[in-house]
């Protein structure tokens, strides 16, 4: 079995009238994570979602997903799909609209009561189940949204601007259930423009703007700027201690310690130091790149690299004929 879920080359798409929306994604998702697909709208993250349930046909590229080449039935019953402003009939319960999709779906008749019952729990809906769908708020129309994408217990589920809408305590919630279907062993792939929103949990991320790929891989290694510890404190420290901590490479300013580390356990010491010498330690925390600034480091690398064109210049000037 292939540790990837996808494994795409060269994917692209071109909607008529020459609009680019995919320009030749090379993607590989790792089995068992939370991925995020970041880019502001109209980058392409919905056209390659699209592509992927086969909602739309692909213009060029090959790929496969959960080791079937992109559209094989087998591997598509085993996806769960929200997609971006669904629709659901408003006349329906949030537990009609489960079982509807079960149904759809091919989920057993005998399963297909206990499944719902279970989902319900999950996206803490089994008080409001019997509302009909026009009486949900945003947040509530987003869980039953999840509940009916996880109808056929897939390996796979594509989230489309998940919480986009969503109120805080929403945003909280969904972070806590995406982090619970993780542990289940299941693939999350999430498209969001809310960059935030995937900063505590995501395991990898593709960052895509203009329908071309940034960048791609583990978040701590993307980012240009790495972790750091800040330790703010009142008072002075003693030469001794001073020259200590230099040799062993923290930076020392006036009442500010950094320390070039991500890990707690090593600045413990110079805690206990400050302590002892009975400094006021008034501040600990530990900066880090936020996904928002990486991914406008990479957006602007690539503004760098493709300057926009001389006013008055043909974006694509017309071919010389050949005599």
């Given at each position: ?189 999430i498209n969001t423009h809310i960059l935030s929103e995937l900063e505590p949990i995501v395991d990898r ?119």
């Amino acid at each position: 079995m292939s540790d990837y879920v996808l494994d795409l080359t060269g994917i692209r798409k071109t909607y008529r009238g020459g609009v680019e929306a995919l320009k030749g994604i090379n993607l590989q998702v790792p089995r068992g994570c939370i991925y995020g697909l970041l880019g502001p709208n109209g980058a392409g993250k919905s056209t390659m979602v699209k592509i992927l349930t086969t909602l739309i046909r692909r213009s060029g590229g090959e790929g496969t997903m959960l080791g079937k080449p992109i559209g094989d039935r087998s591997a598509l019953q085993k996806v769960g799909l929200l997609p971006e402003h669904a629709q659901f009939p408003d006349y329906l319960t949030g537990r009609q609209v489960i079982e509807f999709t079960a149904g759809l779906q091919d989920v057993p008749t005998s399963e297909t009561r206990q499944r719902a019952d279970s989902l319900l729990e999950l996206v803490d809906m089994t008080e409001a189940q019997g509302r009909k769908m026009r009486g949900y708020s945003k947040g509530m129309k987003q869980r039953i949204g999840i509940a009916q994408a996880l109808v056929n217990d897939p390996e796979i589920v594509f989230l489309d601007e998940p919480t986009d809408g969503v109120d805080p305590a929403g945003r909280r919630d969904f972070r806590l259930l995406m982090k619970r279907l993780r542990e289940e062993g299941r693939t999350i792939f999430i498209n969001t423009h809310i960059l935030s929103e995937l900063e505590p949990i995501v395991d990898r991320v593709a960052i895509i703007s203009q329908g071309e790929l940034l960048g791609e891989g583990i978040l701590d290694d993307l980012r240009s700027e790495k972790p750091e510890f800040h330790i703010e404190f009142e008072g002075a420290l003693s030469p001794a201690t001073v020259e200590s901590m230099e040799k062993t490479g923290l930076i020392l300013n006036s009442g500010l310690i950094t320390a070039l580390t991500s890990r707690a356990a090593d600045i413990q010491p110079v805690i206990d130091q400050l302590r002892r010498e009975g400094l006021t330690l008034s501040r600990v925390e530990l900066k880090t790149q936020s996904l928002e600034e990486l991914f406008m480091g990479f957006v602007d690398q690539s503004n760098v690299a493709a300057p926009p064109p001389i006013p008055g210049t043909p974006v694509n000037p017309p071919a010389i004929p050949r005599s």
